[in-house]
Nanobody, 116 residues
Framework: QVSLVESGGGLVQPEGSLRLSCAASGSIFSFTNTGWYRQAPGKERELVASITRGGTRIYADSVKGRFTISRDNAKDTVDLQMNSLKPEDTAVYYC??????????WGQGTQVTVSS
């Protein structure tokens, strides 16, 4: 069983920065893909960014150029650096890990609020 724990959320002013971290209970080397998702009130959960074991990254258009996803196999963490934050980035952010096609694990989420 895999557990994921997110941290780093909080309240930040517009144009500020936050760094989210997702810590796994075991080695993330087994994760074929790891991603950050977010869900705002009244909206569906959406992909923000993902990174494969090989290092291929995908970003939502709304965060390209502002967010960076990184993976540290030695620390078993996957981070999301968020810069130039906007009020519309306000959401609960979730970490997700995939092992192959059939195994998917989610963290409990961390709140990010962008407001002046």
């Amino acid at each position: 069983q895999v557990s994921l724990v997110e941290s780093g959320g909080g309240l930040v002013q517009p144009e500020g920065s936050l760094r989210l971290s997702c810590a796994a209970s075991g080695s993330i080397f087994s994760f074929t893909n790891t991603g950050w998702y977010r869900q705002a009130p009244g909206k569906e959960r959406e992909l923000v960014a993902s990174i494969t074991r090989g290092g291929t990254r995908i970003y939502a258009d709304s965060v390209k150029g502002r967010f960076t996803i990184s993976r540290d196999n030695a620390k078993d963490t996957v981070d999301l650096q968020m810069n130039s934050l906007k009020p519309e980035d306000t959401a609960v952010y979730y970490c997700k890990a995939d092992i192959g096609r059939d195994l998917h694990y989610w963290g409990q989420g961390t709140q990010v609020t962008v407001s002046s």
